[in-house]
């Protein structure tokens, strides 16, 4: 069989090996990025089907997207001698769509509910009618507490009720959970905790369930919460054929409950696992790999672990400094377009990562101009498109033109006006008399209480008031003047975000609309990008395989890229903002021993830097813009921290632009003394020169 794997260019190390052949009894393989633990797990399912003649319906993989499991699949069918029937029988599955299924032949027929507009909404009613104001709680933050108790197993109806803020929560939770059961709705969590009651009073389910699986084998068991790590256990109860892989250096989820400590505490839940550690790291060149090493080693608590590079490379992780997050795209893809048009990649070698998602406006905004190929991985909107910011795009076009009724539509909603008839009488008073701006018709609208008239009326001069205003202007007092209370107070709002990214993507609307002199400009800027995305977007429905891949540092674990962009290193970005206020990050119960909150948030923070850098297969680069948002940033303490580290003062050696206006540098392995750059700056095209660069703390 190996020797089949070799043929077909799979040679595993003797660890791998090992694994792969374990055959009883519980396994853990706790070890760093990049070596080869879904490797192991893809190659084992084969070994025990192909060499074991095990049924491949008695194998379970459980991964931790769809999306991973459908990439199992697919690399369990390049396996030697698996035919494709096999492979297709095998169930690698996600836990929610594994215990789903049960719970449907069981007969469980609700819905799933899984808007999270209709959660929030549930609870915003809840709220008002228990007399509690609008503001105390914030529905994301309640949903969030009320899945880490339910995923630890707490029980709602014996949470302690010492203070009112505990007695308020608790019935809120309990009256939540009353109208769900009344209206046969079921929530993502609910599965598994359907599942678990279930299979915990029902023995003979639980035997049949048991009976259906031989071997189980768990990927990114670092990211597994309490409950499923029950469930799990359950499943195996009786052969405790259970083999986990998984990293707790890359536990990126424990905001919904994912918990490292399972990880390191597998053997004492296990006596008898067997453990088999992997230290070379198949995926990352020397350096790409000591740079995460570098990063990682601040977090405290940490499982001991080494990781070896296997694969050398002259490639040092670039770092640059662009003075924007528009510069900062605008050099990468003149990078990334040099190196496609010169045959060295193809799109598709390329990722992009980002901590969050409003950070990829201005990286989006030049693709589409520049009609280069992309996939991003989340909603597929560009700022422009989302549902927050088109009102305010829609102010400053009825501005400058009354008479754009579109416009006018997404105005008269904004008034808590009904659009339609609102909009019926506006054409219907316009067809009796003309006006200069047809929103005014709405003076005389009988329907309209006079505080609602006053409002038209504030709107009407506000809207007058635009066209004169630089557009950085203009959406501030859009915002000052009725668009933060919209957000804040619109029952119908449909809040899917925390508070604090609508505020952020606020932000960068303001940040797009500063380059502007007049709204005309930026009007007509938004035009041609949402136009030319129309476009390319139907133009290139089929041939796009060979596409540039965008997605958040969340969605890019457990993946590999030949070359990775890491923007926004800088603080408040990655760290994040909310993790440097710690304000959002709640009490998990756990065995470990407490850390204060803030350094748990950064220690997440941190993780995710590692997973970024780790997906770099051949070349990495980092940027940390000079301003971001319309302030100065500082570079991510993570990357200074990593720089710093052989360094005793915080002077590197590095390749500095010669040109006094451009701040692009990479540091200079202190290991090699390596030639000068033979390319120039790609910023700005000047020289590179050697030398030594203060990294700001
Ligand atoms: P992560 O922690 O990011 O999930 P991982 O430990 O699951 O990483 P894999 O994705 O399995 O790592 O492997 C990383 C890369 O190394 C893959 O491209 C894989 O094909 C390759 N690889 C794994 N084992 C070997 C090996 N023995 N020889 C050569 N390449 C290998
Ligand atoms: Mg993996």
């Avoid at 009344?182 to 599965?191: Q, S, T």
């Avoid at 006018?408 to 904004?414: G, I, N, P, Q, Y």
């Avoid at 209480?449 to 001069?461: P, S």
């Avoid at 990008?529 to 890019?556: A, G, Y």
Wanted: glycine share 4%; aromatic share 8%.
């Amino acid at each position: 069989y190996f020797r089949q794997l070799e043929r077909l260019g799979i040679e595993l190390n003797k660890p791998q090996i090992d694994a792969v052949r374990h055959s009883q009894g519980p396994l853990l393989t706790l070890a760093g990025a990049g070596s080869g633990k879904t490797s192991v797990l893809v190659c084992r399912t084969g070994y025990l089907i192909s060499v074991r003649q095990v049924n491949p319906r008695r194998i379970l993989l459980v991964t931790f997207s769809s999306k991973a499991a459908a990439e199992m699949r697919e690399r369990i069918t390049q396996l030697p001698s698996i035919p494709m029937r096999d492979a297709n029988s095998i169930q690698a599955q996600t836990f929610h769509s594994l215990f789903l299924r049960l719970l449907r032949a069981q007969g469980i027929k609700q819905d799933i509910y899984s808007e999270t507009l209709n959660q929030h909404l549930m609870l915003k009613i809840i709220m008002r009618r228990m007399g509690i104001q609008n503001s105390t709680y914030q529905p994301e933050n309640l949903l969030t507490l009320l899945s880490t108790y339910k995923m630890n197993l707490v029980d709602i109806n014996k949470l302690p009720e010492n203070t009112d803020t505990e007695k308020e929560i608790k019935q809120i939770f309990i009256q939540y959970e009353e109208w769900k059961t009344a209206n046969n709705k079921i929530d993502f969590d609910d599965i598994l905790l359907l599942a678990y009651q279930m299979l915990e009073s029902d023995p003979t389910l639980l035997e049949a369930i048991q009976q259906r699986f031989d071997y189980v084998m768990v990927d990114e068991f670092q990211d597994t919460n309490c409950l499923q790590y029950k469930l799990i256990r359950m499943l195996v109860q009786p052969h405790h054929n259970l083999m986990v892989v998984g990293d707790d250096d890359q536990t990126i989820y424990s905001f919904n409950g994912a918990r490292s400590e399972f990880i390191l505490d597998f053997d004492i839940v296990y006596p008898e696992a067997q453990t088999i550690t992997l230290d070379i790291n198949y995926r990352s060149t020397t350096s790409i790999v000591g740079l995460g090493n570098e990063v990682i080693k601040h977090n405290q608590g940490r499982a001991p672990k080494t990781l070896q590079a296997s694969k050398s490379s002259e490639l040092i992780p670039r770092y640059m400094r662009p003075s924007h997050a528009d510069e900062e795209a605008a050099f990468i893809l003149q990078q990334i377009s040099m190196e496609v048009e010169q045959g060295q990649r193809r799109y598709r070698d390329y990722a992009i990562l980002y901590r969050t998602t409003s950070y990829n406006r201005a990286i989006l905004e030049q693709l589409v101009l520049q009609g280069i190929p992309y996939i991003e991985y989340g909603d597929g909107l560009m700022l422009y498109e989302h549902w927050l910011i088109k009102p305010v795009i829609n102010h400053m076009r009825l501005s400058l033109n009354k008479r754009d009724f579109d416009a006018l539509e997404s105005v008269v909603t904004s008034l808590y006006i009904n659009r339609d008839k609102g909009m019926a009488y506006i054409h219907q008073q316009e067809s009796k008399q003309k006006k200069k701006g047809p929103l005014a018709h709405l003076l005389s609208y009988p329907e309209l209480k006079d505080f609602q008239k006053e409002k038209v009326k504030e709107r009407l001069e506000l809207i007058r008031n635009l066209p004169n205003m630089k557009p950085l202007e203009a959406i501030k007092l859009i915002r000052t003047s009725f668009y933060d209370t919209f957000i804040e107070a619109n029952e119908r709002t449909p809040i899917t975000e925390h508070k604090e990214m609508l505020k952020e993507t606020l932000d960068e609307l303001e940040s797009s609309a500063k380059r502007f002199g007049t709204i005309e400009e930026f009007l007509a800027f938004v035009n041609e990008l949402t136009s030319k995305k129309q476009h390319t977007n139907r133009s290139r429905q089929d041939q796009q395989e060979d596409r540039i891949v965008l997605m958040t540092i969340h969605k890019s674990k457990g993946l590999e890229f030949p070359s990775i962009f890491l923007i926004g290193a800088i603080e408040g970005s990655l760290p994040h903002s909310s993790a440097i206020d710690a304000g959002r990050m709640k009490q998990i119960p756990s065995k470990q021993k407490e850390q204060p909150r803030s350094q748990a948030a950064i220690e997440e923070e941190r993780r995710l830097a590692y997973v970024a850098i780790t997906r770099a297969q051949e070349e990495l680069t980092i940027s940390s813009p000079m301003y971001y948002r319309g302030g100065k940033a500082e570079i991510s303490r993570f990357i200074t921290s990593a720089f710093q580290a052989d360094s005793p003062s915080n002077l590197v050696d590095a390749w500095i632009c010669s040109s006094k206006t451009c701040n692009a540098w990479s540091r200079i392995s202190s290991q090699k003394e390596a030639e000068l750059p033979d390319k120039p700056c790609p910023l700005c095209q000047a020289a590179m020169i050697k030398g030594s660069k203060e990294v700001p703390r």
